[in-house]
T-cell receptor
């Protein structure tokens, strides 16, 4: 079963709290991504991971960090969340090594920071 | 800046009609992907393209790398085609696909 799973689906946090968003995939894909989606802006790339402990900043990495200790898991961490990090966060994976092929997306996590 | 520009931003169609969505790129795109985000928020991959054309049912997509654009044609639009369509392009010097802002399509009976 080819799947990208994101947890949790909805999350409410207070400003200054730490946030952990988790993503898993069962396709042994090397490359994984975190995007955020805001109205009118499409999806913006936060981080990309080429494999375990091989991560690279995307276009909007400030305020985020990532962790990939196993190929099938890619976590997004917000240390001291801010209200402008309220967004829908999507994780994706693709087969290719440093070259995106078809992206497979999770269902997203809707994060609200109060 | 806007590496990937989609047009129109919104579109309303009568059921059974045809239309085309467009993406223009300011990067030297090598591959293009088209996605549909359904009303539940799920992103469904429609096409992955190198330069050329692909067809799947009532959908057809073309990617012209020399002129830096891609189109998605919808034939005989159905109610279930409603949602937001995104294109995403990757270039040689990019590390991941970059997305446009989307076209919100509403198909009316």
């Amino acid at each position: 079963d080819m799947k990208v799973t994101q947890m949790p689906r909805y999350l409410i946090k207070r400003m200054g709290e730490n946030v952990l968003l988790e993503c898993g995939q069962d396709m042994s894909h090397e490359t994984m991504y975190w995007y955020r989606q805001d109205p009118g802006l499409g999806l913006q790339l936060i981080y990309i991971s080429y494999d375990v402990d091989s991560n690279s900043e995307g276009d909007i990495p400030k305020g985020y960090r990532v962790s990939r200790k196993k190929r099938e898991h890619f976590s997004l961490i917000l240390d001291s969340a801010k209200t402008n990090q309220t967004s829908v966060y999507f994780c994706a994976s693709s087969l290719g090594d440093r070259s995106a092929e078809t992206l497979y997306f999770g269902s997203g996590t809707r994060l609200t920071v109060l | 800046g806007d590496k990937v520009k989609q047009s129109p931003s919104a579109l309303s169609l009568q059921e059974g009609t045809n239309s085309a969505l467009r993406c223009n790129f300011s990067i030297a795109a090598t591959t293009v992907q088209w996605f549909l985000q359904n009303p539940r928020g799920s992103l469904i991959n429609l096409f992955y393209l190198v330069p050329g054309t692909k067809e799947n049912g009532r959908l057809k997509s073309t990617f012209n790398s020399k002129e830096s654009y891609s189109t998605l044609h919808i034939r005989d639009a159905q109610l279930e085609d409603s949602g937001t369509y995104f294109c995403a392009a990757e270039a040689y010097n990019n590390n991941a696909p970059r997305f446009g802002a989307g076209t919100k399509l509403t198909v009316k009976p």
